[in-house]
């Protein structure tokens, strides 16, 4: 983001845009008001200050893990590092995080972390001893813990960081048996779950493909039904970006632009994602990608003529500044808050489809939670049912063709025999949750005459930890 743009966006609290869109949905829900500023709230922050030697010097970190709710345990939530870390960021992701929980059904409060580095300045040591003191701030003051809150990687933090996570979390709590379930997003030789990584962007990709099959929506648009040549730009070509960019390709979608932080990339035939990434790798940036034009100024990116826009990068991009030359029909929302509300009112006028962050996003959460009850099982997901199930079918297979003296394919008979792998259940699971997600926000919206689906899905949010809060009482 250029420097005129930051300080424009970053003019007011991404909290209170939150704040915002929460009374917007409450106006639909009957209820008192104690309860909704209850639920508004922020439970616990932590902010706290470390030292870690640097060389001959000592480093003062400034870093925060926010608990937004804590009516359902463990709290659950990325990660983030980001010189731009800030206590009001941290608290709004958390709060992010209750409410998308709370949407695809998984049994967290929402909770956020964050350091304030810059890790592509800092050695990978030091980013260890970092990551290793701030867990155990953590755990000095109970912030961590497989029943008590779980991170997650998020911006700035993979798999890496949530290994030295875990090894820290063991070493200092020896003999827990659960201590793998203390954090998710680990390696799956450390106990992860196939199909992790990719989650968020697969996650995004399931939920702009089931948009994308009503016709209601895409008639609204003046957009065919399914995903097939449709014109798709993605900015930020990270964990989640990357992932998204490569469904979206492989399911016929063309990706005519790509953006990051050196610049963009165009080509309106299309560009194939797999190509870049290794250009990437070879040179350190996407820019003069073969057969592509660069876009110096990356935000002019988001300009472009496509159908679909994904921001899968950083909040606040798509601001009141550049709303208005923004031509996508559709945009799914792979960032956590990457429209403003002064953003959101001008596209909502222009009618395009804005498909919300606390929905688009929740892959990541919900492969967080299979990687959780994994952890908690000891047992790896298809390890008990792959043999039986494929002895089952076999024995299915053999009534079947006896009966009707045929032999089926042997190609055709692997597919039909094969029993469920770890990466099978969790893709389905997360398929699953999305479709219903998006038919459940879709169904709000259209029962109540919500006037958006961000609002809808607010309301259904905030309808469930309503719910639970009423029946669990409050305490004392
Ligand atoms: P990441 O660090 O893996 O990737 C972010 C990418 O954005 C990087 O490649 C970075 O270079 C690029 N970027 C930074 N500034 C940019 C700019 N101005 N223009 C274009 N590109 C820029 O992070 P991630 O995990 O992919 O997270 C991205 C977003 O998705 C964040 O908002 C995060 O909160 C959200 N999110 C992530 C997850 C997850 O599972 N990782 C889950 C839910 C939401």
Redesign the pocket.
């Known amino acids: 983001?250029s420097k005129k743009n930051q300080s424009k966006a970053d003019a007011y609290s991404f909290f209170s845009c939150i704040e915002k869109n929460f009374d917007k949905a409450a106006r639909y829900i009957p209820i008192k008001k104690g309860l909704l500023e209850q639920i508004k709230a922020c439970n616990a922050v932590y902010r706290m200050h470390f030292p870690i030697k640097i060389g001959k010097e000592i480093q003062v970190i400034e870093a925060y893990r926010v608990q937004h709710s804590h009516h359902k345990l463990p709290c659950k939530g990325?990660i983030?590092y980001s010189i731009k870390v800030n206590q009001d960021e941290v608290m709004t992701?958390a709060a992010l995080m209750t409410y998308k929980c709370a949407i695809v059904d998984v049994p967290f409060g929402g909770a956020k972390g964050g350091i304030k580095i810059d890790p592509q300045i800092i050695s990978v040591e030091n980013i260890e001893k970092i990551t290793r003191r701030y867990t155990s701030e953590l755990i000095k003051k109970n912030f961590i813990g497989p029943g008590i809150d779980v991170p997650?990687?998020?911006?700035?933090t993979?798999e890496r960081e949530m290994s030295w996570i875990f090894d820290t979390f063991l070493s200092l709590t020896h003999g827990e048996v659960d201590a793998i379930a203390c954090v998710t997003?680990k390696p799956v030789s450390q106990g992860g779950v196939r199909g992790r990584k990719e989650?968020?962007g697969l996650g995004v990709f399931y939920g702009i493909r089931e948009l994308c099959k009503m016709k209601e929506e895409m008639l609204s648009v003046g957009l065919d039904v399914g995903l097939n040549g449709k014109k798709v730009i993605i900015?930020?070509?990270?964990?989640?970006?990357y992932h998204a960019a490569k469904f979206f390709h492989d399911a016929g979608a063309i990706i005519v632009a790509l953006?990051?932080?050196e610049g963009a990339i165009y080509n309106k035939k299309g560009l194939n994602v797999s190509n870049v990434i290794i250009h990437l790798k070879n040179t350190g940036s996407i820019l003069n990608f073969p057969e592509s034009k660069n876009i110096e100024d990356?935000e002019k990116a988001l300009e472009l003529e496509c159908d679909i826009l994904i921001p899968?990068?950083?909040?606040n991009?798509i601001h009141k500044y550049n709303a208005n030359r923004i031509k996508a029909k559709i945009i799914g929302e792979?960032?956590?808050g990457p429209v403003t509300p002064e953003a959101d009112d001008i596209l909502g006028k222009k009618g395009v489809i804005i498909v919300p962050d606390i929905y688009l996003?929740a892959g990541?959460?919900t492969v967080s939670y299979f990687e959780w009850l994994k952890n908690l099982s000891h047992v790896r997901y298809g390890r008990m049912e792959k043999r039986f199930s494929e002895n089952m079918n076999t024995e299915l297979l053999q009534v079947i063709e006896n009966s009707c003296k045929k032999k089926i394919p042997i190609e055709e008979k692997k597919m039909i025999l094969r029993g469920p792998r770890e990466i099978d259940l969790v893709r389905s699971g997360l398929e699953d949750t999305m479709i219903n997600g998006f038919h459940k926000i879709r169904d709000l919206k259209k029962s109540l005459k919500i006037e958006n689906l961000r609002i809808a899905a607010f309301v259904l949010a905030i309808n469930k930890i309503i719910d639970s809060y009423e029946k669990l009482g409050i305490f004392p």
Not at 152 to 156: I, L, T
Not at 312 to 315: D, G, K, T, V
């Open positions: 983001m990325g983030r992701l997650a990687p998020d911006y700035g993979g997003g989650a968020t900015q930020g070509l990270g964990n989640v970006g953006a990051e932080r990356t899968a990068a950083l909040e991009v792979a960032a956590n996003n990541g959460v």
